[in-house]
């Protein structure tokens, strides 16, 4: 395989509201709700699938792969989190902090976006009904919650920008791609008064949901890609492409580091040799100028 192109196995993230569908995927032993596919973020690390080794590992050895020297490594922190999201049962409602307040946990905050794999027709949550912080205070973590979220039907293709501050879910028998800032971060106001495995509510974070909601954001929802080929984000230069027998060069001049590659659907080849299919995740460094994608097969493109 080419030098500067590296696979990555995910992290596979145990939760309670966890599908089959990833089960399926990678062949696990398990019903896995979460694959953090490309991951730096600590003990929740993708590994690189010949050597074994952490992601962050590779980086600081191999700083030239991302377009850093030996000085720029040592302070560069991965700036992406990627994800394929896998619901049987809906998510918590949640809302994300902004760069500035996660900085005092020494985290970046978290805008992210998703991409809807699987729906079988419940709506997302996506804002509130009301712009009244005071609503919130007096319903937080009750059922009453719902009755102030704005749900919005998403169909299978869809992709939506989830700004920090913005109120969200994911509903039931759901499947999403999902592109986030590296931050592990996320606060939930309501969570249908679900217990764990163990009996437990998990937790709820009244204080920062309310320090953080915005709620005058409303979501960006694309159906398709803008006038520039890409998706609409304030912090990621995600595109799609889907082949159809044919092929694709693919040029790696618009990253400043690197070139994420997620496969999504299908299979095919990397430069007519090297296979890959549904599932498969990789790493192309700025330093190979040119890729050709061959085959029947859709993926995500984020120019990082």
């Not at 019903?31 to 080794?53: F, H, M, Q, R």
């Not at 009996?199 to 520039?228: A, Y």
Request: net charge neutral.
């Amino acid at each position: 395989m080419n030098k500067n192109i590296i696979f990555l196995k995910p992290y596979f993230k145990k939760v309670i509201w966890a599908n089959t569908n990833l089960k399926k995927l990678y062949n696990l032993n398990e019903d896995i709700g979460e694959a953090w596919l490309i991951s730096a973020i600590e003990n929740c690390e993708s590994t690189i699938v010949e050597s074994g080794e952490k992601f962050s590992d590779f980086i600081k050895k191999n700083p030239e792969f991302f377009n850093l020297t030996k000085e720029s490594v040592k302070n560069f922190i991965y700036p992406n989190l990627t994800k394929f999201l896998d619901a049987k049962l809906p998510l918590s409602i949640q809302v994300h902090p902004n760069d500035e307040y996660a900085k005092k946990f020494n985290s970046l905050g978290k805008n992210e976006c998703w991409f809807v794999l699987k729906n079988k027709g419940k709506p997302f949550i996506l804002g509130s009904t009301t712009k009244e912080i005071e609503v919130f205070k007096s319903v937080i973590n009750t059922k009453e919650t719902e009755e102030y979220l704005n749900k919005i039907q998403l169909q299978e293709g869809d992709f939506v920008f989830i700004e920090a501050g913005l109120i969200h879910g994911i509903p039931e028998n759901t499947m999403v791609y999902e592109l986030q800032q590296s931050s592990d971060i996320t606060y939930r106001l309501y969570d249908y008064d679900r217990k764990d495995a163990l009996g437990n509510k998990r937790e709820i974070h009244v204080k920062e949901s309310l320090d953080t909601m915005k709620l005058d954001i409303k979501p960006e929802i694309q159906k398709r890609l803008n006038d520039k080929g890409f998706y609409n984000t304030k912090q990621f230069n995600l595109t799609k492409i889907e082949l159809n027998g044919n092929y694709q060069k693919i040029n790696t001049s618009m990253a400043k580091h690197c070139l994420e590659v997620v496969v999504f659907e299908g299979e095919g080849l990397i430069d007519k040799k090297h296979s890959i299919k549904k599932g498969d995740v990789f790493i192309v460094s700025k330093n190979t100028k040119e890729i050709e994608i061959s085959g029947n097969i859709k993926l995500f493109l984020n120019y990082l």
